[in-house]
């Protein structure tokens, strides 16, 4: 420990000489330019004939971190910028980008749709220099509907995925809803507990999902809300005949549903207007959130959800509920090994990575 404190200790005096010298040389000779790393990268990129790029001083820097930028919270001064966002137009281009960040020194975080919970495409742990490469140009969608297979460029957003896949088979006109049910803490999670016993035994045809969520007092109440979204392959009859029989308690009622084709209830789903909008990469950006997802292995017990219902009508605030995740080992279970074999063969200088990404072995 006393060594590597003299060590620094020396590096930093070696520090403060050059720089000394550098100010009493600078009377004689145009000061040298000071060896920011983004002007590196840039110098770099030009000479390699990537010409897509942004550099913080830029007026299109920031409209560029922004549009793919999900949580607004990563949009403050304190979470450090990149040192250049690269939107390579070529699989050469994204090589040159690769090699150019690496060369100076720079950190890479590969942006795709930017729809990571903690923003791990565009932010860098430790203040740790970094730069942004944007596929949004890579964004190729080719369907094959002969062979029922797709390949898909992963700059493409799942809008875009979606919009491409109305090709597949599926039935002409599917049935949907997006309905919320309204009421005090013991009744939400009667409706809660149910669900969890309804859902896993639907049939194939049959999507619904739930979320639960409470607003201030003032305007509702004390009561929960709990919105159900509902996808069913089938028309409208099909659903309601199924859900009312397996989950009365829903009362379903047929106003509730309508009948669209499938692309129709993706861009309905997304909260879009048209099926067009499915294609745009600005919609849906910028939302202050935190958000954590994971599977519950067994159903939560009634009394558990009573507690977790009433615990979220107590809370002061408006919020959400969900379940807590880990990471790493307990997320990937058995397939963490053969994760990491597979990272330690591909990457094992560990060039991509980020605060959640597969570690190589050594
Ligand atoms: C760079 O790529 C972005 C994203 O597709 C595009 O909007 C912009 O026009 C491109 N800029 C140049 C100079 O090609
Ligand atoms: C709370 O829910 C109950 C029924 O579940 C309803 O009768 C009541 O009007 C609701 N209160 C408010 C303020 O929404």
Redesign the pocket.
């Known amino acids: 420990m006393a060594m590597h404190t003299v060590v620094a200790a020396a590096a930093a005096l070696a520090l403060c000489l050059v720089a000394t010298a550098a100010t009493a040389g600078a009377g004689a000779h145009p000061p040298a330019p000071a060896p920011v790393p983004a002007h590196d990268i840039a110098s770099c990129l030009v000479s390699n004939g990537v ?2 790029f942004s550099l913080p001083a830029s007026k299109s820097f920031k409209p ?1 971190l922004d549009s793919s930028l999900r949580y607004l919270r990563f949009d403050v001064p304190s979470v450090g910028k990149p040192a250049a966002i690269v ?1 390579p ?1 070529s699989q050469r281009e994204l090589q040159r980008a690769v090699l150019c960040a690496r060369s100076s020194s720079l950190a890479i975080r590969v942006r795709s749709g930017g729809h990571s919970y903690e923003g791990l495409s565009y932010t860098s742990e430790n203040h740790v220099p970094f730069v942004v490469i944007d596929l ?2 890579l964004n190729q969608v080719r369907v094959d509907p002969a062979s029922a297979t797709v390949w898909a460029e992963s700059g493409a957003t799942l809008g875009q995925l979606y919009h491409a896949l109305r090709l597949v088979p599926v039935p002409g006109t599917i049935t949907v809803f997006d309905i919320d049910r309204r009421g005090p803490a013991d009744l939400i999670a009667g409706l809660i507990h149910k669900w969890q016993y309804v859902g896993p035994h639907l049939p194939d045809e049959f999507y619904i999902s739930t979320r639960i969520y409470f607003k201030p007092k003032s305007t509702n109440g004390g009561n929960l809300t709990m919105s159900f979204t509902g996808q069913v392959l089938g028309p409208k009859h099909l659903a309601l005949s199924v859900l009312n029989k397996a989950y009365p308690e829903l009362r379903l009622a047929e106003s509730e549903l309508s009948e669209v084709s499938w692309v129709e209830s993706a861009a309905k789903f997304a909260g879009l207007f048209s099926v067009a909008d499915l294609t745009s990469r600005q919609i849906g950006v910028g939302e202050y959130a935190k958000r954590k997802s994971d599977y519950v292995q067994a159903p939560i017990s009634e009394q558990d959800m009573v507690k977790v219902a009433r615990y979220m009508t107590a809370a002061p605030t408006e919020g959400s509920v969900s379940h807590a995740a880990s990471w790493g080992q307990r997320y990937f279970l058995h397939n963490f090994d053969r994760l990491v074999r597979a990272k330690s063969k591909i990457d094992p200088l560990n060039v991509f990575n980020n605060a959640q990404s597969i570690p190589p072995s050594h």
Request: charged share 0%; hydrophobic share 55%; net charge neutral.
């Open positions: 010409t897509n560029i939107l137009a949004a140009n």
